[in-house]
């Protein structure tokens, strides 16, 4: 059982066609699925934009659809934003901004994705340097290496991962200086709170990729439009991708579909 829609981990090497070559090598019968008995009617017809033949199921709630400014998502409380809801977001950095900001506020919240938390503290440690300064550069140095040799290649989702990656802890760095916490150790330890994967019963920050399988009951699209698609899709079948995952992070919600605009820029972004 699988959707070809739903294939997103392309740039770890999974086959996009995948289901098509077991099909044709194994001359097996297709039964196609496509009544969906997690969406509501509202939020199904949102995704036809990306896969026209899903289908709400005839017991479907109509659910919502809505927009909402970040000024109107800041005034929420966690009387709302519980353990019934998530903030998905195409990319890593946004959602680790966010989750800074939700703590200032005593809103709970977990980052998914443990596996990410420990690449990105392989990153920090990937040097023998001894101050948060000194990092910095030769994370600037790294980026700007490694995202020209990326592109060259047409690795563009390895490209990608890398900005992202560096943007992240670009943003925890921020936040411990903020709580005056400058050292490699404090940076560290901020890695293994916001990432750790025994809470429950909390707000979730997820990207779209490591939100693949589950649902929430009001979903938050962060940035859709300035994250999704990626300005690193350039190859077919990485644009094929792009849309899945939009349709993947359409179809997490159960009741509420709500497309968060990007928070405003800081001064000298």
Known sequence: VGD?????????????????????????????????YRCPKNVVK???????????????IDGTVSEMEFSEFEKLTKETLNGHAAVLCRNTAPLIDLAFSLIRKRIPCKVEGREIGEQLKNLVRRWKVK????????????????????????????????????????VIIDQCAVEGNNTLEALVSFIDGLFADDIKGILVLSTIHKSKGREWKNVYWLDRQGTCPSKYARQAWQKEQETNLMYVAATRAMVNLIDLEAPPKKKGE
């Not at 740039?11 to 194994?26: M, P, R, V």
């Not at 300064?133 to 047409?154: G, M, S």
């Open 46 to 60: 949102f995704a036809q934009q990306w896969v026209n033949h899903i289908e709400a199921a005839a017991t479907a």
């Open 4 to 36: 070809p829609h739903q294939a997103i981990y392309g740039f770890t090497g999974a086959d996009n066609d995948a289901l098509q070559q077991i099909q044709k090598d194994f001359g097996a019968k297709s039964m196609p699925l496509s009544v969906s």
């Open 131 to 170: 101050t948060v300064e000194k990092l910095r550069d030769r994370l600037e140095k790294y980026k700007a290496r490694e995202t020209q040799k990326a592109l060259a290649k047409k690795q563009e989702g390895r490209a990608q991962q890398i900005e992202d990656m560096v943007e992240t802890i670009f």
